[in-house]
């Protein structure tokens, strides 16, 4: 998929809508006549002005952060890395803190806060989620669009948790984004530099029943691929990690270059593989 334009909403969105424009090399359209976000009008918007969107995205960028619309159906969806919406919040309040999977999987417990890799980023949900239980984060995203939905998505939630949340400052700012493949990153891992932990979710085939999950994947789908290179991965997180390795994979999928885990934690719809290199230390981080 590429960016066709990008969309300012309101006169405050303009400065951060022409800085995608420009990195991107699209138009920036102002649309502070819209009294709508709807995609139906952001669509016609861009339509008037550019072209058609058809398999193209565009970024809409209003007070409440950056979202991507996707081009095809009018009632399109909108995605964006939300780090202070609702649901994000619940979860941060009421997810369960190390009693969850990925939390277990990492080998959290009292006093043992690991540097974590997550190597394939995306919109920077699971990392979020480590974040918030008190680890440090090195996230790699390698698809410029994700990554800066990710980057404008942690930079409007410290905007917004200064102000109001500084616990939400504190976890933002545990997670540092950087621009890399992380076949290359890791190869070029040495020493200190070397994480606690390395976390892999690549992309895969998504069988949810769930319209709006099914939609929402059908959009990262066409953004990103298939990561058909994934399996490589594993050996080079393999060699540089300092404790595990921990891979997500839907629940029956086979294992990540057909290496077999230490051991599986499987959920509803998940499983994570975690392959142990050495034991947690009873203090960490
Ligand atoms: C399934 S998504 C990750 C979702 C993420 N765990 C979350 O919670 O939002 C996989 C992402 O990994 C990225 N990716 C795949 N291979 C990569 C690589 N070698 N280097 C960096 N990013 C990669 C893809 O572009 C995609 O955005």
Redesign the pocket.
Known sequence: MHLRATVAFDAESLLRAQALADRFDVPCLDARHLDTLKPRAIHRLVADNVDELEQDGVFVCAQDGVRLLSGGDQDGLMIQADFVGATVSYRREKGGGRRQMIAKAMGLKSGVFPHVLD????????AFVLASLGCRLTL????PI?RALLAEGLSHGLRVAEETDPELSKILSAMSLHEA???THLDQLEGAACPDVVYL???FPERSKSALVKKEMRVFHRL?GE?AD?GA?LPLALSKARYRVVVKRPRLAPFLNETKPSHSLTGKRNRFDVYVLKGMPDRLG
């Open positions: 190597a394939t980023a995306g919109l920077g949900g699971d790699l995203e390698r698809s994700v493949d992380a076949s979710d690549p992309m990103v990561d994934a991965l």
